[in-house]
Every structure is written in C-alpha cells, then in structure tokens.
C-alpha cells in the first residue's frame, strides 16, 4: 500500500505497534536503503558525483556566492527561521515556542534534519501538516554542506561530493516521502557550506538558505533578553532570523516572548520564505 501524508498521519494517531512500524520505514538508514536502490536516485547521484568529483571547494562560510539570506522588500516584514537539529545534543523539541508562534499566528520556516525527525517522527507530521509553517531541509544527518570534507565547530563536513548528495538530496526525498512536498529550500548545518556546495545544492532544484539577522540562540548560557536584544538591535526589512526549536532547555522561547511584540510594535510583520524573492548579501536572485 503506498502511503499518503494523511494515511500515514492517522497511523501516527493510532495504536503504537503502527506508529512504529510506519515510523521505521522513514528512518535515516531505511530510507537511504531504499533510495540507494531506486534508479533515478542512483542515475541523479552518478551526475552530480561526475560533475563535482575533480570540483574546488572554494570559499567556505555562512554566506558564500549563491546563498540567499534576504527577502527581495523593502517592507517591514521579515521571515522566522527555526531550525531542528537532532543528533546526541541537539534532539530536543521546544513546544513551548511552537505553541507560542501558533498562540501569536507568526508564521515560519522550520529546517529540519532527518535525524530530527527521526526522533520526532509524530511531532514533525503535526508541524507539516500546520500550514503556518514550511517545511524546509537541513540535511539527512545534520552536517555542514561540503565537496572537501572541511569542519567547523567541530563538525566534520561531507568528505565529497557523493556524501553531500546523500546528505541534501537524501533529506529532501524523505521529506517528500512522508510530506509529499520536495523542499524548496536547503540550509546547511552550521549555516556553513563551500562554494561548490551551494551550486551542488542549486543543481538539486533547492536554494541554499543563510541567514541576515543572527539571533545567538545556539548556546545555553545565552539569556533571553540577550537573544533578543540582538535581534532587535540587527533587524530590518527583508532580514532572514536564524534561531533553533530543538533545544527547549534553553531561551529562545523567553526571547520571542519579547521579540514578537516588541517587533509588531513597530510594524513588522512575519512571512515564510516560500512567499517572497530571496536575494544574497549583493542583491542577487
């Protein structure tokens, strides 16, 4: 039987036994079981490893040529960014600032990796089946988008291009699979990618997604008024905010409490990113 997105959110309501066996069809190891034996995966993976095999990695950052971090306006509205991590220190949900953005109707893109959902496979249904937010990818296992294999933070990139196919386009068809909506947008982990990444992940029909207003949220001894002390000092129209949604233990939540009020005070209002031109820090689509 092949599964839709409502069947399979029903499975996820009823008796444990089915979530289970639903939920392991879509496991990280599973799904790529399975890509690595469907033709089109495999032919789409022997033209881009081709393509980039002998590539440079080029300049690597958060905001390398052809990474979007703007909306194309000039108006007071802005777009929320969330990403979901997963993996030993970062497999948290933050419900609390979920509820909140539904509480306060504040729309958003949600970069999610396959991790993530792996360990929050009922709540990921839940939130791509909100259309309030947008489902976007961040990656099958939660590494910084590379040909090379460069590292940052500690986190070692994908070593070639093979493995950050595997890593962006493996996402995006689970993500399809269970949604049955391709990703329109990609952000590396980290929000670090070399230049021959973003054109890899250009070349898979995605746009590699960075970031113009960084809130600071990715540590624990961050306060809330710290958090959003720097967004409100850095925002302006058209700004991209990067924040995350898997670390409910720490203050992002605190800080949107002060953020969004403070923001719509002056006339901001929240977008997704599916809803406007993106541009790079030059100004180019």
């Not at 469907?38 to 390398?64: C, L, M």
């Not at 203050?251 to 809803?275: D, M, S, V």
């Amino acid at each position: 039987m092949k599964l839709t997105f409502l069947s399979i959110l029903i499975f996820c309501m009823g008796a444990s036994q089915a979530r289970c066996q639903i939920q392991e069809q879509f496991l990280n190891e599973n799904i790529l079981k399975k890509l690595d034996s469907d033709p089109t995966y495999i032919g789409q993976k022997q033209r881009i490893t081709a393509k980039y095999n002998h590539a440079r990695s080029g300049h690597w950052g958060e905001f390398v040529k052809g990474v979007c971090e703007d909306l194309k306006t000039k108006q007071q509205v802005i777009a929320f960014t969330f990403d979901a991590c997963g993996g030993e220190k970062g497999t948290g949900y933050d419900r609390e600032l979920i509820d909140f953005l539904r509480k306060e109707k504040v729309p958003a893109t949600l970069f999610v990796a396959g991790r993530w959902i792996d360990a929050h496979f009922c709540d990921f249904l839940n939130l791509a089946h909100d259309t309030l937010f947008e489902i976007e990818n961040h990656g099958m296992n939660h590494r910084p988008c590379s040909v090379s294999g460069r590292s940052i933070y500690g986190i070692k990139g994908t070593a070639s291009p093979t493995e950050a196919f595997d890593e962006v386009e493996g996402n995006a068809r689970k993500i399809e699979a269970i949604t049955g909506r391709h990703p329109q947008f990609y952000r590396s982990a980290t929000a670090f990618i070399d230049e021959s990444g973003a054109t890899l992940v250009r070349d898979l029909g995605m746009t590699p997604i960075s970031y113009q207003v960084l809130s600071g949220d990715a540590s624990p001894a961050v306060s809330g008024n710290t958090i959003a002390g720097n967004v409100l000092k850095t925002i302006r129209p058209g700004a991209i905010v990067i924040m995350h949604m898997n670390h409910p233990q720490w203050n992002t939540f605190e800080a949107l409490q002060k953020i969004i009020p403070e923001l719509r005070r002056r006339g901001y209002h929240f977008t997704r990113l599916n809803q406007y031109q993106l541009t790079d820090r030059n100004g180019n689509i």
